[in-house]
């Protein structure tokens, strides 16, 4: 039997990079999947954010794992559309068993020249998305007596980065929170952790020509393999440039596993070697 055969597991961001590939993992074990995005791009954000072209792939990859996946359009920044969302999850999929809070944004620049609107829209994603995210996945699973919740960290949540001021400060507020919910929900049976990924092969990062420019600053059009040389001499010690989505999925699953049913409050840096260069 599959680890998650009849639960039902919401992913947010989920139309492409992360979320989909967390979607499908939690999919491949069974679960019938809730993936939202806000499906439009912010003023702030030097890329392309999803689109519903990408979210309705993520629902035809899923769809043929033999489990329903519902799509809903909705914005973490919205404590109404998050709270929309679960209502519906629990009305049409009968339960919420898994939250995936992954749903993030990035927009650099140097504290003494970011913008107000940079500063309050990556912190209205990444932090109070997740607040909204958990606050509201929380009540059914508290009510059922069991659930799991698994949030999108960073390792900018575990040391400073350059021009990522705004980042950084959501990715360590959402290990704070996943560690309050982990003592909060206990009682419930519910378990909140939260994965620390280092540079990941998606949309976010790779081929990014804004990321690239703050890897190679002085190069006009940074390339890929001047981009990875970048992140092999500073980043990575394991000799891999980048991080596979899918293998923040596995931890993403094994959290939501009965594996992990004592598992609560931490946070798992999957960093190609990059955490040992941290203090204990």
Aim: contains cysteine; aromatic residues 6%; negative net charge.
């Amino acid at each position: 039997m599959k680890e998650l055969q009849g639960k039902v597991a919401l992913v947010t961001g989920g139309a492409r990079g992360q979320g989909r590939s967390h979607a499908l993992a939690l999919a491949r074990e069974g679960a019938q999947i809730v993936v939202t995005d806000a499906l439009e791009d912010f003023d702030v954000v030097p890329y392309e954010l999803a689109r519903q072209e990408d979210l309705d792939e993520t629902v035809r990859l899923v769809e043929q794992e033999d489990v329903r996946c519902l799509a809903i359009k909705a914005d973490v920044r919205s404590s109404e559309q998050m709270d929309a969302a679960v209502e519906r999850a629990v009305s049409e999929l009968g339960s919420l068993d898994i939250l995936c809070a992954n749903a993030g944004i990035w927009s650099a620049a140097e504290l003494t020249e970011m913008t107000d609107a940079q500063w309050r829209t990556v912190i209205d994603v990444n932090l109070t998305g997740v607040f909204h995210s958990i606050r509201a996945a929380a009540r059914p699973m508290r009510e059922q007596g069991s659930g799991r919740i698994v949030a999108t960290s960073s390792v900018g949540g575990r040391a400073g980065m350059y021009a990522f001021g705004n980042y950084v400060a959501t990715k360590w507020g959402v290990i704070g929170l996943i560690k309050t919910a982990a003592l909060e929900l206990a009682p419930y049976r519910v378990t909140a952790n939260a994965v620390c990924p280092s540079i990941v092969k998606t949309d976010m990062c790779f081929e990014n020509d804004a990321l690239y420019g703050i890897f190679q600053p002085d190069a006009d059009q940074p390339t890929t393999a001047e981009v990875e040389a970048t992140i092999l001499e500073g980043h990575h010690k394991i000799p891999d440039p980048w991080i596979e989505p899918e293998e923040i999925s596995a931890a993403i699953v094994y959290f939501c596993s009965e594996r992990a049913r004592h598992v609560s409050g931490t946070a798992l840096d999957i960093t190609a070697g990059l955490s040992a260069t941290w203090s204990a």
